[in-house]
């Protein structure tokens, strides 16, 4: 064997060997257009794009529904609203802008309909439900339905909920998506709601005219909003897969059962009938005992799911919100336990907690846990 032979063997042998050695991994975060001016301007999106593939990251998460408004060119919000984009990004087309520039590197983009059902933020329901008073959720009292400061439109009502498909489905059908996310906005509804003039008289047709229970805690009317919360779920699964079986639908729920308990959102039962293709339960914790805790609830014995289903859950990690910053040791321990219980990978809320203090954060996971670059799960597994 001559010189030349050799080295083209060993080019071979090696490139097989590092093709099976390469973890597998998702390695997530979520691009916001709040606190962040990413999406901004077109080489601001090819920045972030290079820095995320330069650390290792292979998902991106950008926000393309957020307080009444898109974050690209919407025929369904034109007709509807009026408004076919957020004004920051009049004349552009900031999700068109981020899937061009993540694929020429090769990460994957997942639309983030962060707002789901919630109409606005201490707005009073905000433009969508000046236009559309009969969309407002309600709780016990006839008032609009609010928690945290959120606003709710009504996601037990056809048209909310064909809204909310609108604007999934375009999304799929205009661009070359990779997924598209709900969040704990979608579906979901707070448990103190129901009490629409709608909504009781739906339950009513299903109840031999017996009205909803004023307790909204009540076990069996907790299981009936749920229940259409699910269907909404099965419906718009259905839905994008019809337009495109290659288009994932992901989940970024609270932790369960708090999940269920809070926002009527049993995420299990996605998972064991078959509408979602990734969960992404928001273990949002500030200690690491806490955080711990609540990897330790994601099992399938707590969650009554098959162990074949845990392979579609990856945990959310909270590394920045407001002036909080994750420290890096809390971090690494978070990454650390999240392999030590076999999840392979995380997704980080959000991208700027990255950036912080010369890009410590990023810069430690490129010289640790994400040193290797990863594969996708869901290519590898196709």
């Given at each position: 064997m001559n010189l030349k032979h050799f080295f083209i063997l060993w080019a071979i042998t090696f490139g097989v060997q590092k093709a099976f050695t390469q973890p597998v991994e998702l390695r997530g975060v979520w691009l916001t257009n709040v606190d962040s001016d990413v999406l901004d301007s077109r080489d601001q999106i090819a920045e972030a794009m290079q820095f995320l593939a330069?650390?290792?990251?292979?998902?991106?998460?950008?926000?393309?529904?957020?307080?009444?408004?898109?974050m690209y060119p919407s025929a369904v919000m034109e007709q509807m609203f009026d408004l076919p984009i957020d004004d920051d990004y009049e004349d552009r087309d900031p999700l068109?802008?981020?899937?061009?520039?993540?694929?020429?590197?090769?990460?994957?983009?997942?639309?983030?309909?962060?707002?789901?059902?919630?109409?606005?933020?201490?707005?009073?329901?905000?433009m969508i439900l000046d236009e559309k008073p009969h969309w407002?959720?309600?709780?016990?009292?006839?008032?609009?339905l609010t928690k945290n400061g959120f606003e709710w439109m009504n996601g037990y009502h056809p048209e909310v909920q064909q809204f909310l498909i609108d604007l999934?489905?375009?999304v799929v059908k205009k661009y070359q998506i990779d997924g598209v996310q709900g969040d704990d906005r979608l579906p979901a509804q707070p448990i103190e709601g129901g009490y629409s003039a709608f909504t009781k008289a739906l339950y009513r047709a299903e109840h031999s005219g017996v009205f909803p229970p004023d307790d909204f805690r009540n076990p069996a009317w907790q299981r009936w909003r749920a229940d259409k919360l699910n269907a909404f779920a099965r419906n718009m699964?259905?839905?994008?897969?019809a337009l495109n079986?290659?288009?994932l639908i992901c989940w970024a729920p609270s932790v369960y059962p708090w999940s269920y308990d809070e926002y009527l959102q049993d995420w299990p039962a996605w998972l064991r009938?078959?509408?979602?293709d990734l969960v992404i339960p928001q273990c949002y914790r500030y200690r690491q005992r806490e955080y711990q805790e609540a990897i330790d609830e994601l099992n399938p014995n707590d969650l009554q799911i098959r162990q074949t289903f845990m392979r579609l859950i990856y945990p959310g990690v909270l590394m920045n919100v407001g002036d909080y910053r994750i420290g890096w040791s809390f971090l690494e321990n978070c990454l650390r336990y999240n392999r030590a219980n076999h999840f392979s990978g995380e997704v980080f809320f959000f991208y700027e907690g990255l950036r912080k203090n010369n890009n410590e954060l990023a810069r430690k996971l490129l010289?640790?846990?994400?040193?290797?670059?990863?594969?996708?799960?869901?290519k590898k597994m196709r």
């Open positions: 330069d650390h290792h990251f292979n998902v991106v998460f950008p926000v393309v529904w957020n307080d009444a408004s898109t068109a802008e981020v899937i061009e520039e993540a694929h020429n590197r090769n990460i994957a983009v997942i639309a983030w309909f962060e707002y789901g059902f919630s109409a606005s933020h201490k707005k009073d329901g905000g407002a959720a309600r709780d016990n009292n006839g008032k609009l999934i489905t375009e699964y259905q839905r994008v897969k079986p290659e288009v009938e078959g509408y979602a010289e640790t846990v994400y040193r290797e670059k990863a594969l996708i799960p869901w």
